[in-house]
């Protein structure tokens, strides 16, 4: 992804110059898509997330960049002395590399069991049909899973496989008006 507002490209899941690494966050220097190193004269650089086993997604929201790997949210935040700063957020990782969406300042997200935001802080989103739908959800697809935003009636929708389903065929949808979810084919 890119931080326009810095002037980075970050690789999540990178290449830690032997193998590839599912936790390895990297970025380039400033302004030098071509430059990856970290020396001392460049602004490169890396960090491994810690807790997790590969990262899944990432979105850009009020200045900073929030993470998921597939148990835990980490934000990504511009830092004066180390170029980026890192902080865990709490539990609750996304289940799709699609499955993350930023809306007015607030990101939103499915998990493997409980749909989330965070606008400051990680809060379960109270669902009345989440016991269905995570009963209805194929999890052998659930990289097929498709978060977007319906700004004309203020909703988020998540695509998703039904059991027998090998695409997205199935639809769960969460009014941002009051706690009003829906959901159908």
């Known amino acids: 992804m890119v931080s326009s507002e810095d002037r980075y490209i970050i690789a999540m899941g ?79 990782g996304c289940i799709s590399p699609n499955g993350m969406i930023e809306f007015n300042g607030t990101v939103y997200w499915m998990g493997a069991n409980n749909f989330y935001m965070y606008n400051g802080s990680i809060q379960i989103l109270p669902c009345d049909v989440r016991q269905y739908i995570f009963n209805l959800l194929n999890a052998g697809q659930s990289y097929k899973i498709y978060a977007w935003v319906n700004s004309l009636w203020n909703e988020i929708w998540y695509w998703f496989q039904s059991v027998n389903g090998t695409e997205c065929d199935m639809y769960v949808a969460h009014n941002l008006d009051g706690t009003i979810w829906h959901y159908g084919t």
């Open 14 to 92: 990178a290449h830690d110059g032997s193998d590839s690494d599912p936790m390895l966050i990297r970025w380039d220097s400033q302004d030098d898509f071509t430059d990856w190193t970290p020396t001392s004269t460049n602004t490169a650089g890396d960090k491994r997330l810690s807790d997790g086993n590969l990262i899944m997604t990432g979105v850009s929201s009020r200045g900073q960049i929030i993470i998921s790997t597939d148990t835990t949210i980490y934000s990504m935040a511009p830092d004066s002395e180390f170029v980026f700063a890192f902080r865990t957020l709490g539990v609750g």
